[in-house]
Each structure stands twice: as structure tokens, then as C-alpha cells.
């Protein structure tokens, strides 16, 4: 979980601009979690102006998930590498993460991507569109996305991966040059981190508040002031999202995902996951899972 602050200069916007004026490509600076930073053209808010992504997105909350998990791998393999990462997304677009190093710490990483390759078909269209968009959509509401699929860029590879390399000599230079800067972390901040590390274990608002040298009621205020929620229900919300990962990524049994997670009545910790998610851990594993 990345709980930092990240001040772009206008040097770095203009960077971002200026690639984008030579290589018709958005380009985004993200954080470890793949929050976007700033980017390039920005993001349009009107529906008609998005790229195909963006309106598949827009359409299916399932679209949106396989999109997070790609891109998140995609930075795990940079996190281990350390270097610059060319690889195809879900959905078949060419998609790149171009790392900035602190010393040896990843601190964000150049994006660019959505790119037509070879592979990239119309029934690759109709694959995807068959997946994850509704089946009641009109053509009135189909066709502005198979538009924006057909004018998605395509760019051979050799040209692509001139300009990852092109973004690679720029990321050695934007830390070291505080184009970017990371702000302090608040204590509410740290405070996330630290149940994010001991998230398998029990965790406590006094044990939490000793971490990081505060009261208790200290704490209380702040996550109350903050995150609009109290010591309980933040934890209780967060283990709920590791559960709702283990449900889909392992075989584990409810009750050994509650005593993971330091539940110790299997009973109570499936009334606490139906009642934040809506479903039983049954019918949400078998819901994702058929997908």
C-alpha cells in the first residue's frame, strides 16, 4: 500500500507534454498501488472523448478489475527487475512501465500504453465486447466504442520500444533532478501502513496508537477527522479486502481465511463479509470465478 505524497514541478509536465506531441501517446506517472500521478493528455470527462479502455471501463466493473490486477502485476515484475517493462495487457494492447529509482527503491513509474499490435483484430473487439459489456447495450451505445476501438494507436513494435527507451533515460533523470518529490507521510498515513503490515495479525488501537507514539484518543480524532470512519471499521474494512483477495486467488477455506485474518469466530467474520460486500464468500468467489 503507498500512503505517499508526490509534488510534480513543471518541468515534469513539461516532459510529459513533449513526449506526448512526438509520440501521439499518453504518457502517466504512477504510484506503486497504479494511481495515477499526473499524465498526459489528462483523462476527458466527457464519456464521448474517452479512449476504448476507458469506456470499457466505464461499462463493466469486471473490465476495471482484470485492467487493476494487469497493471499491478506489471509493476510487481518492475519492483523485482528494476528495469523497464514492455508486456500485453488482458485485453491484447501493448502496454509499457518505465521505472524512477530512488538509489534502489522504485518510488513511481512511467506508463504508456494502449497500444494496437499485430495480434489486435475486429474479433478481438468482439471478444472483449462480448465478455464484459452489457447485453442489453444498443448499437446507438455499442458503436461509439468499437470506434474508439478501431482508432486506438497502432505502432509498430521497433517504434514502440524506442520510445520506452526514449522514457528510460528521462526516469534516471527525474529523481535525481526533484522533477518529482515525495512529501512526508501523515501520521494517518503511517497509520494505514502499519495495518497493512500486520494485517494477519490482531490488530489493536492501543498496540496501533504505541506504534506511532500517540494516545489512543488522539488516534481516534485523526481517523475520524480523516478517514471518516473509526479504529474498527478500518481495520475491519481492510481485512475484508485481503479475504475478498484470498477468496479469488487461492482455494482456502472460509474458516481458515478467518483465522488468517485473526477472526476468531468463522461465523461472525462471514456475517462481517456479507454484510460490507452484499454476498456470502461463497457466492462471491463463485461469481468472480466464472467469469
Given amino acids: 500500500m503507498n500512503t505517499y505524497n508526490y509534488l510534480c514541478t513543471p518541468e515534469l509536465m513539461q516532459m510529459l507534454k513533449n513526449f506526448y506531441l ?25 464519456y464521448e472523448d474517452l479512449a476504448f479502455c476507458d469506456k470499457m471501463r466505464y461499462h463493466s466493473a ?28 488482458h485485453a491484447g494492447f501493448t502496454e509499457a512501465l518505465i521505472p524512477i529509482l530512488h538509489g534502489d527503491r522504485i518510488v513511481c513509474a512511467l506508463m504508456i500504453g494502449q497500444v494496437r499490435g499485430a495480434g489486435i483484430t475486429d474479433a478481438t473487439f468482439d471478444k472483449l465486447a462480448s465478455i464484459y459489456l452489457p447485453q442489453g447495450l444498443t448499437e446507438e451505445g455499442w458503436l461509439p466504442i468499437r470506434q474508439s476501438f478501431e482508432y486506438a494507436s497502432s505502432i509498430e513494435q521497433a517504434v514502440f520500444e524506442s520510445y520506452v527507451f526514449f522514457l528510460e533515460l528521462c526516469a534516471q533523470s527525474i529523481f535525481e533532478n526533484r522533477y518529482i518529490r515525495i512529501g512526508e507521510k501523515s501520521i494517518t498515513e503511517n497509520f494505514k501502513d502499519y495495518v497493512h503490515k500486520n494485517i494477519y495479525n490482531t490488530v489493536t488501537i492501543w498496540d496501533a496508537a504505541a ?35 484470498l477468496l479469488l486467488s487461492s482455494d482456502f477455506a472460509v474458516a481458515d481465511i478467518a483465522g488468517l485474518l485473526k477472526f476468531n469466530d468463522p461465523t461472525y467474520f462471514m456475517r462481517v463479509f456479507k454484510k460490507q460486500v452484499g454476498m456470502t464468500c461463497t457466492a462471491f468467489r463463485r461469481s468472480h470465478l466464472q467469469k
Fill in 211 to 245: 506504534a506511532l507514539n500517540i494516545s489512543v484518543s488522539h488516534l481516534s480524532r485523526l481517523l475520524s477527522r480523516d478517514l471518516g470512519m473509526s479504529f474498527t471499521e478500518y481495520v475491519t474494512s481492510q481485512k475484508i479486502d485481503v479475504a475478498k483477495e
Fill in 22 to 46: 512526438i509520440s501521439g501517446l499518453r504518457v502517466g506517472i504512477h504510484d506503486p498501488d497504479m494511481n495515477i500521478i499526473s499524465e498526459y493528455p489528462t483523462k476527458p470527462t466527457e
Fill in 62 to 89: 469486471a473490465y476495471t478489475e482484470k485492467c487493476r490486477k494487469c497493471d499491478c502485476n506489471a509493476f510487481a515484475h518492475v519492483r523485482m527487475t528494476k528495469k523497464a517493462y514492455i508486456y500485453t495487457c
